[in-house]
């Protein structure tokens, strides 16, 4: 019997399958088997396991559900093996039931194997959650006088417990009608809960299985008009309006048919009463351009790259081309045709307009309403990662721990892991929809890397749309293509023009039989087949007669011309919201009365300019404009002192509309306050969205924020408050700067320099962080001087503050910059202070601030130091404890580290077998590496060990030219010159053997660690002997 996960891993800690839903939901603790999410089994009291065998599972599930049995085992094969022969189903049954009561002794105790049929034994029954759901479903589960709270209470622990599907890591075809009847019980429980709630006055409650039961059941009409009604008993009729015009939109697309004259009747109550006259819309701007137009030949090639992910893999396809050309609407075509085929679809949109927030993409993916119950259904430990995005799944799983901090590498594992297993479904292929992919979030683009990357199983395909003119070389979704590109996942589908045939066909469809042949004619010219073009144009009243212009921009403002002044209105604080808005958000920075808000929303999309957005949960209010070119053409009709005034009222709107959770919405505030040219609140709330992006490890989000904060202070007069405030963000840059642009950088130079100027203007101590900042960078252009001099700050701001990270920082900068400097016995007494003040519990504190784990750094190069006195045996401990320590922890970069400097000892000791080992840890590595040029250095000189001489020596020569004279990291150009000697050494060319070792020899600084060495290859060398003899108190080279 295999544990959990994938057949292999352990089932969740502390999971309980007598609380399989959550410690808000008593369950029965009879409970021994599974079968909601992924099937468990608990005999005898045991820890809940996975059978070895999904036929096995199988084969218990249909037992259970079938009420026990007995089953003919003819019925059983056949059910299960459906496509095999009767003979071969019965001997795949036989074999495993043998491998079941082989593995699993225990189950015959519940298990009655006959020769002609299977049941469950009557007297020690394996009670499942199956049952426990009929029971709460049908009202046996428990009697009291009080039944209309029983039944409320009971129906909460069954819609509970039903977020699982039955058996989803399963795809038999037996599987279906039971899990339709029981999808279809769950459903009617969510109406009757939420009727029952609405009666008790719990209108929240009420609307929240509402929701669910909407989003679960898309085409049931009857969940609109009850969603309505809630809303409308809450007094929110706005929302109602849009529940509506979903409901409408979602039966249109699906069915081609309009809402019922019930549904109908109920959206007219919504409406003002008594209301003014409805403007006349003519029916062009409101008429539906209906099935797809061309595109046929796109739409072949993209359901091929779909069957080919159907057969197993991950691609990306990229639809390319210019704003209007339909992409989007493809994009939407592909979505309804894979979800018809059972496929797991979500859908979302990078938002440039709001700049690049960290995991947008993401967080909207897993509130999707495709993937939202996953997030339910996953293990605690998932649940507490995927809360870093939405943390609002930790008030419906209380028992997941909220997330914790982390080092970074750690943290992205976790989370990309967390995500994958809510995103992707286990058993179907799933297809993610990226909208306007040239905007993406780096954060976001390097997940989809990793989804396409990694993926296992069932299949995956991204289907991104986007403009190559957005896309320049280093932004995320530039890198995001490269990569997909280079392992041979990438697709591009680049749209045209429509035909001047299809031109027509759209135009008509839109304007009837108004059009004639002459008007088609000189709309296709004016449109040049660009369907955002056509569409806007026919809406706007295009003909020939008119004169009306063609072009998209002219065509929107006469639509918006012909808007009511006050639905006008609305529509520029909308898109000053942005290309999507949330009704809550518009409702509070309106300032008008909810009639005005109703009839503007409806008269946006009757007029077909907006849209009602599938949001997903805890977003069940939004819209967005059609297009992008549409919302663009509003502000851009907008007056500056006007537009400021809004962005005013927005920025109060979301504050006040996200008191509990502001953080996330807070460089959206900022963004709006900068907007409402309100510099000196933008500047905070800049400052933190900051902290939220450095939360995530968003380093580039991090800089632009603070960098943007900084532009907005540079514009405020000169006073001790403002210089106070720039020191603090320069402080607070100092840190995701790094990851950014590295420490060598002039960015972080300029940075540096200005903390310090402020610093001594302000007569303040310099930050920890400055001053370690200093050292790295001193340590960086091999200034060791420098360094050891702030190494010893850094160790008085310990003493005084008696920060023990800070005391272990000091003494790894002292010890590195004496290492370098070959000061060997003071760098030895650094490295073993650090080691020995270090505490593990502090561990993730000099991740996060100090990107690296200084217990790993400090042994692994007290390894190279020992070695260098003479102590080999004790060089050799320190080098595998270092390992050790980075494996326990497991921190990539310090792994990294280990390895890198494990590698060069190594070379020194002449340990050919282990420097092939620690090279082939670094090349394995995802992790970046201390120094890609060395690792590189390293690999030529494998190459050069294997007999690939020429190979080899040109790998390793062009690390060392690529890093100049003092390379980009401490002592990276000498260590690279000493791996050359190896090399050349290994290869046999005297030559080049004896040119880098007078060039260790004339370098001085770090050269001098291997200056014996060099020293003495160049004498035997100049002797002419090509072999390199180690002296008495030379360390051993690898090559001799």
Known sequence: MLPHGDRGAPLPAGLDLARVTRDTVPVDPDVT????????????????????????????????????????????????????????????????????????????????????????????????????????????????????????????????????????????????????????????????????????????????????????????????????????????????????????????????????????????????????????????????????????????????????????????????????????????????????????????????????????????????????????????????????????????????????????????RRLFEAVAAAVLSPVRPTLLVVDDVHAVDRESARLLHYLVRERPGPGLLVLATGRHEEMEGGDPAHDLLLGTNARGALEEIELGPLSPRETVVLARRLAGSTLTAAEADRLVDDTEGNPLFVVEAVRAGWTQRTGTTARVQSAVELRLGRLDPRTRELATLAATIGREFDVGVLRAAAEVDEDTLVRALDELWRRRLVRERAGGVGHGGSYEFSHGKIRQVVVDGTGPAHRRRLHARIAAALVSGHTTEVDRVSARVAAHLEGAGDTERAVGWCRRAARVARALHAHHEAVRLLERALALLADQPATTSRDRRELALRTDLLAPLVSVAAYESPRMRATQERVAELGRVLATEPSPLLVRSLALSALTRSDFAAATGFGHRLARLADRSGDRVLEVEAAYVLGVSAFWQADLEPARDHFRRAVARYDPALATTHQLHYAQDPKVVCLGRLANTLWFLGEPDEAGRAASEALAWARRLEHPFSRTIALTFAALLALDMGDERAFREHTAGLLATAERTVSGHVTEAFRGHVAVLDGHTGDGLARVRAAVAATGPVGTAPGQHALLVRVLLASCLAAGDTGGARAAADHLLAMGGPGRLWAPVARAVHDELVRGTAAERPTEHAPRPIAR
């Open 33 to 412: 088997v599974r079968l909601l999410g992924r099937f468990a089994l608990r005999l005898d009291g045991e820890d809940p396991t996975l059978l070895a065998s999904a036929r096995a599972e199988s084969v218990l599930a249909l037992l259970l559900l079938e009420g026990g049995g007995p089953l003919p085992r003819a019925s059983i094969a056949s059910a299960i093996w459906p496509d095999s022969t009767e003979a071969q189903a019965r001997t795949n049954l036989r074999h495993v039931l043998h491998d079941l009561r082989r593995g699993l002794p225990a189950i015959d105790r519940y298990l009655e194997v006959g020769p002609h049929a299977l049941r469950l034994h009557r007297d020690r029954p394996l009670r499942s959650d199956v049952a426990l759901l009929e029971d709460l479903l049908t009202g046996r589960a428990r009697d009291t006088s009080d039944r209309d709270a029983a039944r409320r209470q009971e129906l909460q622990e069954a819609v509970a417990l039903g977020t699982g599907e039955l058996l989803e890591d399963h795809d038999d075809e037996w599987l279906r009608e039971p899990r339709e009847r029981l999808r279809h019980r769950i459903h009617d429980a969510l109406a009757e809960l939420a009727t029952r709630c609405e009666r008790s006055g719990a209108l929240t409650e009420a609307i929240r299985h509402a929701e669910r039961l909407q989003r679960a059941d898309p085409l049931r009409e009857d969940a609109y008009r009850l969603l309505m009604r809630l809303h409308v008993a809450r007094g929110d009729r706005a929302r109602a309006v849009r529940v509506y015009h979903l409901c409408a939109t979602t039966l249109e697309q699906e069915l081609g048919v309009a809402p019922s004259a019930e549904t109908r009747a109920a959206y007219d109550a919504l409406l003002p009463a008594p209301a003014p006259a409805r403007p006349q819309v003519p029916a062009a701007a409101t008429a539906d351009p209906g099935p797809l137009v061309g595109r046929r030949r796109e739409q072949v090639r993209l359901e091929a790259v779909w069957h080919a992910v159907e057969a197993g893999g991950s691609r990306l396809v990229l639809l390319s081309g210019d704003p209007g050309i339909g992409k989007t609407r493809l994009a939407e075509e592909l979505g309804t045709w894979c979800r018809r085929r059972g496929a797991r679809v979500a859908d979302a949109r990078c938002h440039p307009a709001d700049g690049p927030l960290a995991y947008g993409l993401v967080t909207t993916w897993l509130r999707a309403d495709t993937v939202w119950p996953s997030v339910l259904r996953m293990e605690p430990a998932h649940v507490s990662e995927v809360a870093r995005l939405v943390p609002e799944v930790l008030t419906e799983r209380p028992d997941a721990a909220p997330p914790v901090a982390l080092g970074e590498a750690e943290q992205r």
